[in-house]
């Protein structure tokens, strides 16, 4: 098998393993299903052995083998980094676009009101801000850097930890003037508390319920209360006096110094086991752009 008939005949095999249909991989690959079906016999014929249990009924008439499935996965990392290394040929060692993912909320609470400092630092370097509350894909979405929140391990991709962080109660300066009372944490008893819904059933991630607990503070009913589904957002609320609200550090650091928040009972710290962290493909560690916007975001983590 030469290069490059081997690379269509495995092409035209992962996607008909992937379509289990040689018609589908066929309109995927903008040839005829007769062709597929040539460089996979073509591919079975050198190997010598079948790829797929073919049937004439039911819906799967085309099923990869045990040794079919087991391969699968290291052609398409191949045919991933084949992808990644026609992308430098194509964007050239002096491309100056980098593309950045980060969700929602960190990139207005920590990466916008920061990022002039790269540009200046870096000014022949344009970032392109893909902004998600998903995981996207890096080599479809052709993403070179990005921030997670997490305990530190996705698939396929390189984690430096970035920041710690803890939660605490914070409210508008002028709710606190107000409420001397809040004195310890059960005069919540009384107060409008604002819950993250963004943050429901991430792992590692205290609710109200499990602050109030490991702060003592019986009685304090979290049934009702404001719920938004955006750490941001949650975050304007509390400033604009509308509640209490459970704060993570990092989001909630440059509206603290402002003075637009103000921390409640300081003297409890709540340090979680999630974190933040600059991910990556290890592939691309040593592209220059990447190299020096993962050394600019650790730079200002110092700073912070």
């Known amino acids: ?40 016999r073509t591919l079975e014929d ?26 699968l996965p290291d052609i398409r990392a191949g045919f991933d980094r084949l992808t990644l290394g026609m992308e430098r040929l194509q964007k050239g060692s002096t491309s100056r676009v980098l593309t950045v993912t980060v969700s929602p909320a960190f990139a ?8 002039d400092r790269f540009q ?11 902004t998600n509350h998903k995981s996207v894909d890096f080599v479809a979405q052709q993403v070179d ?11 396929g991709l390189k984690a430096d930890k970035l920041m710690d962080e803890e939660v605490f109660p914070v409210c508008s300066p002028e709710l606190s003037g107000q409420h001397r009372r ?44 404001m719920r938004i589904n955006n750490s941001a957002a949650v975050l304007q609320a509390a400033a604009e006096g509308h509640g209490i609200a459970l704060a993570r550090s990092v989001m909630a650091r ?26 990556y493909r290890p592939e691309c560690a040593n592209l220059p752009r990447l190299v020096a916007f993962r050394e600019w975001l650790f730079a200002e983590a110092e700073k912070s």
């Open 1 to 40: 098998m030469k290069s490059p008939n081997h690379l269509n005949a495995l092409r035209a095999f992962e996607a008909s393993a992937r379509h289990q249909s040689f018609s589908a991989a066929a309109a995927e690959l903008n040839v005829t299903p007769a062709a597929v079906g040539q460089l996979v």
């Open 145 to 155: 850097i990005g921030v997670r929140y997490g305990m530190g391990s996705w698939p």
């Open 46 to 71: 050198w190997l010598g052995t079948p790829l797929f249990v073919r049937s004439n009924s039911g819906k799967a008439r085309l099923v990869p083998t045990e040794t079919a499935e087991h391969a």
């Open 120 to 130: 200046t630092a870096c000014p022949d370097t344009d970032v392109r801000l893909d």
């Open 254 to 279: 440059d509206d603290l110094t402002a003075g637009r928040l103000v921390r409640l009972f300081p003297e409890i710290s709540f340090a979680l086991e999630v974190a933040y962290y600059v991910v």
């Open 182 to 225: 809040l004195r310890k944490p059960r005069d919540l008893v009384r107060e409008t508390l604002i819950h993250d819904l963004s943050m429901d059933g991430h792992a590692g991630f205290p609710t109200w319920d499990v602050w109030l607990d490991k702060a003592g503070a019986s009685g304090v009913t979290t049934a009702r209360g």
């Open 108 to 115: 207005a609470k920590w990466l916008l009101p920061r990022i």
